[in-house]
């Protein structure tokens, strides 16, 4: 099915997609999905709940055994991986997953190959994407001897310079400090400025709390949740059924509430929280009248 | 006596300009509960491997100083001997277990160690049932979740009745559920058999609330070790780059501010129970 | 169908007499009917010792997959048969497929009842030494671990442009550098890893290991080593003394 792209299609449309592994179980069992050109979507849940084989079914490495997935409106089904990973970028966990060329520039041209350009363009997208990620002065290093944090950078790199147009992260700020992760939210929000649209598989609360719209939880091969990020994580039945965790937020307000101290229905990022405690300890401290709450 | 004992020590692994570990001075005691933070690249991993002897005899390289657990100098004493009273979990628990099934995995240690039969099956009891895997007795270590093959890998160790346990990111690859079960598993067991546990961790929100001391590590120095109260309210914590638990960063904010006076709290409970004795 | 024919060698745990026997004595087994199907060339000998192997297997419950085992040679057995009846003759086709047939039968009883679990400890009680015996079972241990290991590196490379097919034959070798490096890398580290943990654990330490289970030599065992060693010596004699057997056991086909 071919559908007339306009800015109310989803850029990625999934209908009652299952998908069972070869022992007959199944990993996905029904799941319908809309995502639209240049959101910001976290999927979270359960190690096992179906993430990743969710999302390989956008690049095609996963076709689904009943139902549809529809990337720019093309059935993921009459494609083949090659074709949809030109349009479906995908950064799995762990780097030295792909790494295998003699030098950082050549890995670079290694993801650019099957694109269709010409020697000039592959050189000057290699230059611009490594120049992009601090990683020029490495330019004829061997891809084995980058740091940890380099190497995840240049697997990131390797997509980006691919230019799709959806670009999918499992598990991207896995054992980073808050240095790499600041770096990678950047990341985000420059290629959200350039109209991409971005899926994050994560486990990291409070990064999705902070810099993520919208949340999917999954649980037992099924989306169980899929909304606001903030409301999606604030009911307990729903984290605990994912096997995540209040965020720290919302575990404080119920602490405070406990106690006998209400926040506002709207305190619901760290700067609000910051703001509340602030009154309310000028409030208790310094017995300046008025700001009742 | 110290139970771990760095004195002066530096190391720089083979074929490496920089030195991994710089003029490490620590005296760590029995029975505590230590986080060990850092950002990435900070020397954290290259400091657990001193403690069992991997770092110097496992791993080429140049070291100078010593380290001594319980006595005992890292260079002289083989590791298998310091295992005896080192354990040490890995970052990826796949890579450690190495048995054809949990049953025989848990009982490698002490086979390797000669230990008897009835011991071994003494020991294995008591750990089956505090890691809660007696299920998986009989499976092989690629049918186990992450959260199974941890519990395994440490049920593993504990079989060996060290009196350090070391675990380097052990909740790298779980998720917040199973993250926080584990890590409330370890501060049970550290109260129970009062053994010290150093933990190297990212995720400060689940771990601050339940150590007693923290070491600050940065490009390979020890930049700080004491209470965690102490840690938490100086000035070297707070502009390290590591993952402030939320809490902290906003009282941290007011106190810069004046706004809040005291101890800044590292876990939620914590700050409840100051603003409750407001009121 | 060739696929087929390794689960002629694939471990499945059974409460059997011959499940239970000692790894040994099923090594002796499958030693020796391989020896006494070499000691003939003849039809009848052959087809005689290829039918003392159903009691065996049956008692193993294991007829279904020797018959699919079987099924899977059928391929080679035609081309043996086409073959030599150009260049030899018919029947000695046929003793070459009987001869086969018990080989492969004999070997594969071997590893359909041998858990790999216990494969480590057979190798020990045959007084191979510990560290030989372990990375045997280490490698078993991480041959599903690689596997899924190699499907991810499949899957990281084909979502930055690899395409697996290509043409041309010294294309298909370049074509494989992107999965095979990464995979000797991983499998490298993983290797050092492994090292790192298995040191930790005092591996090597001692020349007198414990052991958590042992295998026992049990008076099945002797029975049947029995039985093997009689059946030996009765082909071993039946060869030598071939000229004066029954002029039946030399029948063969008039082709």
């Known amino acids: 099915m071919v559908g007339k792209i306009t800015e109310k299609s989803p850029i990625i449309f999934t209908k009652d997609v299952e998908y069972a592994y070869s022992n007959g179980t199944l990993a996905l069992k029904g799941i319908n999905l809309s995502v639209f050109k240049g959101e910001l979507i976290a999927i979270m849940g359960k190690n096992g709940a179906g993430k990743t084989t969710l999302i390989r079914t956008f690049n095609g490495l996963i076709k689904p055994s009943k139902g549809e997935v529809l990337i720019n409106g093309k059935n993921t089904r009459l494609k083949s991986i090659a074709e949809l990973s030109k349009n479906v970028g995908i950064i799995f966990q762990n780097p030295m997953h792909q790494l295998f060329s003699n030098t950082i520039e050549e890995e670079i041209k290694f993801s650019l190959k099957n694109l269709d350009l010409n020697e000039e363009e592959i050189q000057n997208r290699t230059n611009i994407i490594l120049k992009t990620f601090n990683l020029d002065k490495y330019r004829k290093r061997s891809p084995l001897n980058l740091s940890g944090g380099e190497t995840k950078k240049l697997a990131i790199a390797s997509i980006f310079c691919r230019n799709s147009d959806i670009l999918v992260f499992d598990e991207p700020t896995l054992g980073q400090d808050s240095r790499e992760i600041a770096f990678f939210t950047n990341l985000v929000k420059e290629e959200l400025d350039k109209g991409k649209t971005i899926v994050i598989v994560t486990h990291n609360i409070e990064f999705a709390m902070e810099n993520v719209p919208r949340t999917i939880l999954m649980a037992d091969g099924r989306i169980i949740a899929d909304g606001p990020t903030r409301s999606v994580l604030n009911k307990e039945f729903l984290t605990e059924k994912s096997s995540l965790v209040l965020p720290q937020l919302y575990q404080f307000n119920s602490e405070l509430l406990k106690v006998g101290i209400k926040c506002p229905d709207d305190v619901n990022s760290r700067n609000k929280m910051k703001s509340f405690i602030e009154n309310y300890l000028k409030n208790k401290i310094n017995i300046i009248p008025g700001e009742n709450y | ?279 | 169908m060739s696929l087929e024919f390794l689960n002629a060698f694939k471990f499945m745990k059974k409460n059997t007499f011959l499940h239970n026997l000692d790894p040994r004595s099923k090594l002796l087994f499958s030693i020796i009917y391989t020896i006494s199907a070499l000691l003939f060339t003849e039809i009848i000998p052959l087809t005689i010792i290829l039918l003392c192997l159903l009691p065996v297997i049956i008692s193993g419950r294991l007829l279904k997959q020797w018959i699919k085992s079987i099924r899977g040679l059928f391929f080679l057995f035609i081309i043996i048969i086409i073959l030599n009846t150009f260049f030899l003759s018919l029947a000695y086709a046929i003793s070459m497929i009987l001869r086969i047939s018990i080989m492969v039968s004999a070997f594969s009883i071997f590893f359909l009842t041998v858990d790999p679990n216990d494969l480590a400890l057979s190798l020990i009680s045959m007084k191979v030494p510990y560290e030989y015996a372990f990375s045997f079972s280490l490698a078993f241990r991480f041959v599903p671990t690689i596997a899924t290991e190699a499907q991810n590196i499949i899957d990281a490379q084909q979502s930055r442009g690899y395409e697996m097919q290509t043409s041309g034959f010294i294309n298909q070798i370049k074509n494989l550098f992107p999965l095979l490096v990464p995979l000797i890398i991983c499998s490298i580290k993983r290797a050092f890893n492994v090292a790192e943990a298995l040191e930790s654990r005092a591996f090597g330490s001692q020349k007198d290991r414990t052991f958590l289970y042992k295998i026992n030599y049990s008076m099945k065992d002797w029975i049947f080593t029995l039985y093997l060693v009689f059946f030996l010596i009765f082909a071993v004699f039946v060869r030598f003394n071939f000229i004066s057997m029954p002029v039946w056991l030399s029948w063969s086909l008039p082709v």
């Open chain 2, 1 to 279: 006596m110290d139970l771990i004992n760095f004195n002066n020590f530096s190391y720089r692994y083979k074929g490496n300009e920089e030195y991994a570990l710089n003029n490490i001075t620590l005296n760590i005691q029995e029975n505590k509960f230590i986080l060990l933070a850092g950002e990435t690249g900070s020397g954290k991993t290259s400091l657990i491997r001193c403690m069992n002897g991997l770092i110097p005899q496992f791993y080429a390289g140049f070291y100078k100083g010593s380290v001594e657990i319980a006595g005992r100098d890292t260079v002289k004493a083989s590791i298998a001997d310091l295992s005896t009273i080192v354990g040490i979990v890995f970052q990826n628990p796949e890579n450690q277990l190495v048995a054809m099934t949990v049953e025989n995995e848990i009982a490698f240690g002490m086979e390797n160690l000669g230990i008897s039969r009835d011991e071994m099956i003494k020991r294995m009891d008591e750990s089956v049932k505090l890691m809660e895997i007696e299920h998986l007795l009989h499976k092989a270590p690629f049918e186990l979740s992450g959260g199974e093959q941890q519990r395994v890998a440490l049920a593993s160790i504990l079989v060996l009745e060290p009196k350090i346990l070391i675990l380097d990111e052990p909740t790298a690859l779980l998720d917040p559920y199973m993250a926080k079960k584990i890590l409330n598993l370890l501060k049970a067991i550290q109260d129970e058999r009062d053994i010290t546990i150093i933990i190297s961790e990212h995720r400060m929100d689940l771990i601050l609330p339940l150590v007693n001391e923290i070491i600050l590590m940065k490009d390979g120095y020890v930049i700080g070790y004491d209470t965690k109260d102490k840690i938490i309210n100086g000035e070297k914590f707070k502009n390290l780059k590591i993952n402030h638990p939320i809490i902290y960063s906003i009282f941290n904010d007011l106190s810069i501010n004046k706004t809040f006076r005291g101890n800044i709290p590292s876990s939620i409970p914590e700050a409840i129970n100051y603003l409750k004795d407001l009121k």
